[in-house]
C-alpha cells in the first residue's frame, strides 16, 4: 500500500514518518577535504552550497568549472551528496534565458551524479542585494530551469527554492502559478517560525501545493544552539530533508557554524550529531530488514 500524501502523513502521526536525510552547508569561498570529512562523520548526508555564477564565468564568456569539479569529487569521495542552490540574479544576468542555460550547462556538466538543485535565487522573496521576486517572476525562472535539468539528466532532483519562513500568501501565489508540477520537492527556511508551531506550519505549507510534493527544509540555522537543536527535534521524522546552516563559520563572528572560522568545534556539534546520527541508524536498520525497535514504526527511508 502506498505510503499517503505528505500533508496526510505529517496530520497522521500513526502513518508513515521519513528518516530525515541531514546536511550542512558549506561555503564555495572556504570549504576544503578536510571539512568536508568532517561533515561525513556526524551523520550527514548531503552538503547545500551556492552554485554561483562568478565562480564559474569568466570574463571572456566561457566556462571554469575546476572549483566545483574539486568539490563534487571531494563530496563523493566523502559519501556525501550535492545540494546546488542558486544561482542569484544579481550576479550578471541579464534575462532569465541566461539564468536558465547557465543550470542547462551545470545539468550538463553533472549528469548523473545524483545532484539536487535547489532552483534559486536563494529566499526569493527576501529582499537580496535590494532585489526580489514576485511570485510570477519567480515561477517564470524556475519551472523552465527545472524542465531542462530534468530533460538533461532525469535522475537529478529538483526542489523549489525556500522562501525565508512559511510565506503562505507568496506560497499560494506560487503553487497558483504551477510550480509544484515541475519540482519534485517544496522547498522551505524556517526563520521566524519557532518550533511548536513548524509541523501545523508544514501541513499547510503541504496543502498549498496540493499534498502531493515533500516539503524539504533547505536551511535554518542560529546562533542559538538550544533553538537550533529544538528546530532539528522538531523537524526529525516530518521531513525528508533537512538542511543545518552552516557547517564552520564563512567569516569571524558569524556565530551559525558548528564550527568557529578557525576550525573549532562549538558544544553544540556533538549535540548535532546525536540526532543526526539517529536518524542515520535508524535508516541503515530499515534497510538491513532489521528496524531497531527505538526507531519510529512504519519509516520511509526514500
Not at 95 to 124: C, D, H, K, W
Not at 166 to 187: E, M, N, R, T
Request: one cysteine or more.
Amino acid at each position: 500500500m502506498p505510503a499517503p500524501p505528505f500533508a496526510q502523513r505529517l496530520a497522521r502521526p500513526d502513518t508513515v514518518k521519513y528518516a530525515t536525510r541531514w546536511g550542512f552547508e558549506v561555503h564555495p569561498n572556504s570549504w576544503d577535504p578536510v571539512s568536508l570529512a568532517g561533515v561525513a562523520k556526524t551523520g550527514a548526508t548531503f552538503v547545500r552550497m551556492d552554485l554561483a555564477r562568478d565562480w564559474v564565468i569568466e570574463s571572456n564568456g566561457t566556462f571554469d568549472w575546476s572549483i566545483y569539479d574539486a568539490f563534487v569529487t571531494a563530496a563523493h569521495a566523502n559519501g556525501l551528496g550535492i545540494l546546488f542552490v542558486g544561482p542569484y540574479l544579481y550576479a550578471g544576468f541579464s534575462s532569465p534565458s541566461q539564468y536558465v542555460a547557465f543550470l542547462t550547462a551545470a545539468a550538463t556538466r553533472y549528469r548523473g551524479r545524483g545532484i539536487m538543485y535547489e532552483l534559486g535565487p536563494n529566499e526569493p522573496d527576501a529582499p537580496q542585494n535590494g532585489i526580489w521576486l514576485t511570485p510570477a517572476q519567480y515561477a517564470a525562472l524556475a519551472i523552465p530551469a527545472a524542465d531542462a535539468i530534468k530533460r538533461i539528466d532525469p535522475t537529478a532532483l529538483t526542489i523549489s527554492a525556500g522562501p525565508v519562513t512559511f510565506d503562505f500568501p507568496w506560497d499560494s501565489a506560487l503553487a497558483a502559478a504551477g510550480v509544484q508540477k515541475h519540482v519534485d520537492a517544496i522547498g522551505t527556511h524556517l526563520y521566524y517560525t519557532t518550533p511548536a508551531a513548524l509541523r501545523a506550519d508544514l501541513v499547510e505549507l503541504s496543502a498549498i501545493f496540493g499534498g502531493t510534493r515533500p516539503v524539504y527544509v533547505t536551511e535554518f540555522g542560529a546562533t542559538s544552539a538550544t533553538l537550533s537543536l529544538q528546530m532539528m527535534q522538531a523537524a526529525q521524522w516530518y521531513v525528508p530533508l533537512y538542511n543545518v546552516y552552516e557547517y564552520q563559520d564563512e567569516s569571524s563572528g558569524d556565530g551559525f557554524g558548528m564550527l568557529t572560522f578557525t576550525g573549532t568545534p562549538r558544544p553544540v556539534l556533538a549535540q548535532v550529531e546525536a540526532i543526526m546520527r539517529q536518524s542515520w541508524h535508524c535508516i541503515a536498520s530499515y534497510r538491513a530488514g532489521a528496524p531497531d525497535v527505538r526507531c519510529p514504526r512504519n519509516l520511509l527511508t526514500r
